[in-house]
């Protein structure tokens, strides 16, 4: 009993100095007033109107994070290696989307001048236009995984795994976008159907799911 006594103090004294030390303040060094110019937009070798969004970035901690601030009343001017000039008009008062009626040409680079209502400058680095890239060979296979569903349980999902190839030449650092579009079919199955249909919903799947 004596020792019981003796050793409750000193465990006590332990966890209280553990709970306390886990607790620390750390200050980060953000500047949440501080906002960014975004400018989103794809040149292609297609003849059509491209469009150019430019945007001031949302406040760190204010409101919604993901909501841009559009940017009207700006001269964009889409310039390239061939000499050619492309002005780009706002749509709207409103979106800060610019269009611009041009074809790309493979091989040449482009690079957008911007000035801002303010008087701000923005040049940006030239791209060149790489040539299209298809694919060689697809295939696929399907596999079984154990996954932990939102009851905790173990449960197996089938998932379908395609597997695409394609070449580019030794000394060229491509830029590669993905897009998947998934086709689904149903077909109606109630009692008594005499003629079932089929129906097919077609959606643009997320490539980062």
Same mark, same amino acid.
């Given at each position: 009993?004596?020792?019981?006594?003796?050793?409750?103090?000193?465990?006590?004294?332990?966890?209280?100095?553990?709970?306390?030390?886990? $607790?620390?303040?750390?200050?980060?060094? &953000?500047?949440?007033?501080?906002?960014?110019?975004? *400018? !989103?937009?794809?040149? %292609?070798?297609?003849?059509?109107?491209?469009?150019?969004?430019?945007?001031?970035?949302?406040?760190?901690?204010?409101?919604?994070?993901?909501?841009?601030?559009?940017?009207?009343?700006?001269?964009?001017?889409?310039?390239?290696?061939?000499?050619?000039?492309?002005?780009?008009?706002?749509?709207?008062?409103?979106?800060?989307?610019?269009?611009?009626?041009?074809?790309?040409?493979?091989?040449?680079?482009?690079?957008?001048?911007?000035?801002?209502?303010?008087?701000?400058? $923005?040049?940006?680095?030239?791209?060149? &236009?790489?040539?299209?890239?298809?694919?060689?060979? *697809? !295939?696929?296979?399907? %596999?079984?995984?154990?996954?932990?569903?939102?009851?905790?349980?173990?449960?197996?999902?089938?998932?379908?795994?395609?597997?695409?190839?394609?070449?580019?030449?030794?000394?060229?650092?491509?830029?590669?976008?993905?897009?998947?579009?998934?086709?689904?079919?149903?077909?109606?199955?109630?009692?008594?159907?005499?003629?079932?249909?089929?129906?097919?919903?077609?959606?643009?799947?997320?490539?980062?799911?």
């Amino acid at each position: 009993m004596l020792k019981i006594q003796k050793s409750l103090p000193i465990l006590f004294t332990f966890y209280v100095f553990f709970l306390c030390g886990c $607790i620390e303040t750390i200050d980060l060094d &953000i500047d949440t007033e501080e906002t960014s110019i975004v *400018i !989103d937009g794809l040149i %292609s070798d297609q003849l059509k109107n491209h469009e150019i969004r430019i945007n001031n970035s949302a406040v760190i901690g204010v409101g919604n994070d993901n909501v841009l601030t559009p940017i009207n009343g700006a001269t964009v001017v889409v310039k390239g290696s061939d000499g050619s000039s492309t002005d780009f008009i706002q749509t709207s008062d409103t979106t800060g989307t610019y269009t611009g009626l041009m074809q790309g040409v493979v091989g040449e680079s482009y690079h957008v001048e911007i000035n801002l209502p303010d008087g701000t400058l $923005i040049t940006s680095a030239p791209v060149r &236009i790489q040539p299209r890239v298809g694919i060689e060979t *697809i !295939d696929y296979s399907v %596999s079984v995984e154990t996954i932990i569903n939102t009851s905790g349980n173990n449960e197996q999902r089938e998932n379908l795994n395609l597997f695409l190839s394609t070449s580019f030449p030794e000394n060229d650092k491509p830029f590669i976008r993905w897009r998947i579009e998934g086709v689904y079919e149903f077909l109606e199955k109630y009692p008594m159907a005499l003629n079932p249909r089929r129906c097919y919903i077609t959606d643009n799947l997320d490539i980062n799911n």
